[in-house]
């Protein structure tokens, strides 16, 4: 356990010795984030959006109590989205998605020898191949978790107002019912961590 936990503290400190210019990763970095982020964003939407939608019947049906208000039930979504969901059950899918096509395509590349002739030429393959995939996974992720929270809260609101379990009014008043705005940056810093891990991990 620990010799594999050092192994990969040596692989992060390689990412940083004998980089290329900045300006070759510029590409690099931008075709990462296209495959990373767009290519994700419709399952972040589906998933999301259902995943709102569930939260809020299931939140629904389990308050019984009449002298709840029905505000609360969006309250709650928006604090099981944003703490919770959005962060940390889309990292799951993250790392399923991207996290297992990062590692075949760099998988790929060993077993058909791109990566020695990488390193024939004196290039770090590890800077060169990897660190992109950090970078864009970094500034990606957080804005899929961003794309994710919205739409969560979105599809919460349209069951709402199909099955008729919540008004549209009472929905938005439990939304805005006292925001903590730091639960977006604390969600932010786990997308963060979790873009960096997965990607890192991953590789």
Same mark, same amino acid.
Do not use: W
């Given at each position: 356990? &620990?010799? *594999? ?14 980089? *290329? ?10 075709? *990462? ?15 999301? =959006? ?5 939260? =809020? ?8 109590? !009449?002298?709840?208000?029905? #505000?609360?039930?969006?309250? %709650?979504?928006? *604090?099981?989205?944003? &703490? ?7 990292? @799951?899918?993250?790392?399923?998605? %991207?996290?297992?096509?990062? +590692? ?6 060993? @077993? ?16 060169? &191949? ?11 992720? !957080? ?13 919460? #609101?349209?069951?709402? @107002?199909?099955? $008729?379990?919540?008004? !549209?009014?009472? #929905? ?7 925001? $903590? !705005?730091?639960?977006? =940056?604390? +969600? ?8 960096? &891990? ?6």
């Amino acid at each position: 356990m &620990l010799k *594999e936990v050092g192994k990969y503290f040596i692989f992060l400190g390689n990412l940083f010795v004998r980089r *290329e210019k900045y300006r070759i990763y510029h590409k690099l970095v931008f075709d *990462e984030c296209m495959l990373i982020g767009i290519d994700s964003i419709f399952l972040f939407v589906l998933v999301s =959006t259902f995943m709102g939608a569930v939260t =809020t019947v299931q939140t629904a049906y389990n308050m019984v109590a !009449p002298y709840i208000p029905d #505000y609360v039930i969006s309250q %709650v979504v928006r *604090e099981m989205t944003v &703490l919770e969901l959005a962060p940390t059950v889309m990292a @799951i899918i993250f790392a399923g998605k %991207v996290g297992s096509s990062m +590692a075949s395509g760099i998988g790929t590349m060993r @077993i058909t020898e791109q990566i020695d002739a990488i390193e024939v030429m004196g290039i770090n393959s590890i800077t060169y &191949l990897v660190l992109p995939k950090i970078v864009a996974s970094v500034i990606m992720f !957080p804005i899929l978790v961003i794309v994710s929270g919205v739409c969560s809260m979105m599809g919460g #609101y349209l069951i709402g @107002i199909i099955t $008729n379990i919540i008004s !549209p009014q009472d #929905y938005i008043y439990g939304i805005r019912f006292m925001f $903590n !705005p730091f639960t977006i =940056t604390f +969600a932010l810093i786990k997308a963060f961590v979790f873009g960096f &891990l997965v990607s890192s991990i991953s590789s």
